[in-house]
DNA sequence: ACAGAGATTAACT
DNA sequence: GTTAATCTCTGTA
């Protein structure tokens, strides 16, 4: 079952991150499928939120799907090199969208293994923001998808956490984000090998 | 028109 | 621990 436009489009970006974990992300890419439970996501609140890229309502060709309906798709280029991927979140014109970091892998393992270059699948293969991107296949073509297509979506599972299984903190990599820097707007699973391990 | 920084990763030393 | 990879946007001219 797809997670409903319904689900994206509420006013709580917090609630709605903490709700992302232990659902399945899937890619339909290339005719193969691939999918994996997030374990870790990373809540961006523009317009007040410094750390986002449409902070302060600003509008470029990149952030223009941030302005859209919940439940579309934001894939950015960081760096030059990793796409990340974003699930645009609340309705039109409210910038809000979630960053998902971390999953673990569940279907088409052989399939990630090779767009991760790597001989044999291991915790290293999906986790991080850019390395679950490349094993999914995504890039920047896929930004601004509607996630109630069959190119890339959400499912609801039967996985429900506990809240003393979730682990909240300070997002990562964004500390010139002043105030906003050190928000607990981070949601990961605690002690699961699949989740990012910044320095 | 050009320089600098960034929601990162992997391959070095 | 350090560094290179090198796209997009911003500030300065």
Redesign the pocket.
Known sequence: MKLTREFYERDDVLTIARELLGKCLFTKLDDKVTAGIIVET?A?AAPLDK???AYNN?R????EIFFGRGGFS?V???????H?F?VVTNKTDIPH?I?IRAIEPVEGLSTMAIR?QKSQTNY?LTS????LSMALGIN?RHNGIDLQENKIWLEDTSIRYANCQIQKGP????A??EEWADKPYRFKIKDNPWT?K??
Not at 171 to 174: D, S
Request: net charge positive; proline share 5%.
């Open positions: 990373e961006y750390a986002s890229h600003k470029t060709s990149r952030t934001y950015y280029l960081c760096y030059g090199i990793h990340l974003n969208a960053l991760r290293s991080g923001p850019g390395a920047k997002r990562v990599g964004i010139y984000a990012s910044p320095k």
